[in-house]
């Protein structure tokens, strides 16, 4: 089956039972993962004071 890697955006054609489905290889599977877990990790991240700090609000 043709798939659209979802990482780097390559078509590429790939078996049905493909393990990394619906990336085009290991890699850009790995890759998504660590984008993905970068981002639950920032999201996820405690608020810190200065995150709210805005010097012009206090004008
Ligand atoms: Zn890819």
Redesign the pocket.
Known sequence: MKIR?P??D?QAEVPDDFRWRP???RR?KLADLGAWLDEAYRLSRPLRADDLEDDDLLI
Do not use: H, R, T
Request: glycine letters at 0%; hydrophobic letters at 25%; charged letters at 10%.
């Open positions: 890697c990482a780097c390559k990336f085009c290889s850009c």
